[in-house]
């Protein structure tokens, strides 16, 4: 694992990964101010933001790929991270076929690497080559070799951002299977405001640092998401939102909370 | 059986394209062909640097590979616009090298050996170098595999695994170095990059893997070799540049193979 400064640190309760007052800068440029957040198992957390506002960057500091300039980073012992980029372009001049990618950088099984294709809807595609996938039959290769680490949390940066609608909302619903089966925590990034929102559990907004954070609906509410993002969203967001039927506790505290309305069924 | 100078030569042959299949493999997925040229050229200046300070060929040309090569990986990780920088660093070594190598003028006749190489001339204690250099290299690739792989794949990937892409990239360089060394006696410093490059790019047609392409990769370098030593005794041409027309010429079969 990279080295993070904290990292092995005890995490306060039961969470995998915690970013406590996290800045990042480049050069001059702060791209993070003050973030705070954690990632309970089991938990589906989406980071929603405009461009810019620092998401894909966020994500990179929690994997230790972008240093951190100020606060630290918390990660349970032995957390196993599954990793999937927003994309991925593989260079024509590389040979390399869907079952060589799975073994990337540990070898697994045929039976694994079987298994693993048939989870994410892919089974029997081995032979195929990477470059001649599509965008969503990419996606789809990434997250099984993601899961073939056997994560407790999965980081997922912009998954769908290749996808039309359709495929985007087969790839989230595939996303809460993975959870319901494998009990993984999932951390992701998104752009788009509806189907995301259903499938999540926890929405951060983020704008440089978080703007609000909560469950969809009050998120979808609260002054700050509106500012961001507008009112237009307003009736597909009433028809994608699900009820979820676990409990949150609330414990991030931040300064710019929005009110919390508790409704959880 | 050593004692036959063309049984020298293609052994040196066979066992450069040892090292020269898998390496120019990662030159050709990283796009390093430019960087290769750099580092080649560069040896041109370390045979001069030898020759002043009365060190053995080959470690000086390795010094001055090595140096080109780390710092061409610094400035690139350093996000320097690469292109104009392997242009000005890759021929000023080149020509730095040439000049300084005129200063010695028992070398000055000789010079075309270190330009093209000099495979008929190696003698065994050269050979030895040459398995060596190429073994070693093969062994550092081979250790390294999955990790270079992952890292020239995505660099992102290869962190969030816990794998280093600054010290997979390091590797590599290194590697480079040790190949060019070694390589300088057997086609010369101007054709070392097309040694790694078009049996590579040749090798890419046939291959559905990372590993299949490497090989396929060292099997038509060892060909280009035998057939280029071949070539230059059949029609008394340079051997150097000989290897090089043989590797050109499977390329353009092997893409017209590919077409059909």
Known sequence: MPELPGAGMSLPGTALIAAEHVCVRFGADEVLHDISLKVEPGEIVTILGPNGSGKSTLLRALLGIVPVAEGRLLRRAGLRIGYVPQRLTIDRTMPITVRRFLSLPTRVTDRAAADALARVGMAGQEAEQMTTLSGGQLQRVLLARALLGKPQLLMLDEPTSGLDQPGEAAFYRLIEEVRHQTGAAVLMISHDLHVVMAASDRVICLNGHICCEGTPRVVSTAPEYRALFGLGTQGALALYRHEHDHDHDDGHPHHHRPQHEHDHA | ?260
């Open chain 2, 1 to 260: 059986m050593l004692d036959d100078f063309l049984v020298r030569a293609g052994l040196a042959a066979v066992g450069l394209s040892l090292a020269t299949g898998p390496l120019g493999s990662f030159v050709i997925w990283r796009r390093m062909a430019y960087f290769g040229d750099a580092t080649a050229h560069a040896a041109v200046l370390g045979v001069a640097l030898a020759l002043a300070t009365d060190l053995p060929i080959g470690l000086g040309t390795l010094t001055v590979a090595l140096a080109m090569a780390v710092t061409v990986a610094g400035l690139s990780a350093r996000g320097w616009a690469m292109d104009t920088t392997l242009g000005v660093l890759a021929h000023s070594a080149l020509a730095f090298g040439l000049v300084a190598v005129s200063f010695f003028p028992a070398v000055r006749t000789d010079l075309s050996s270190y330009l093209f190489g000099d495979i008929l001339a190696v003698s065994r204690s050269e050979l030895g170098l040459v398995w060596l250099g190429s073994l070693a290299v093969l062994g550092l690739l081979v250790w390294r595999w999955q990790k270079l792989l992952t890292a020239t794949l995505s660099e992102d990937l290869a962190h969030a695994a816990g794998i280093d892409p600054n010290r997979e990239r390091l590797v590599l360089v290194i590697a480079l170095a040790l190949v060019v060394a070694v390589a300088l006696k057997i086609v010369g410093a101007l054709l070392i990059a097309a040694m790694l490059i078009i049996p590579a790019a040749a090798a890419r047609s046939f291959a559905r893997t990372p590993e299949s392409m490497a090989v396929t990769a060292i099997i038509l370098g060892a060909v280009s070799g035998l057939g280029g030593l071949g070539l230059s005794l059949w029609q008394d041409t340079p051997t150097g540049p000989s290897i090089i027309v043989v590797a050109a010429a499977l390329f353009a079969v092997t893409s017209v193979v590919r077409r059909i």
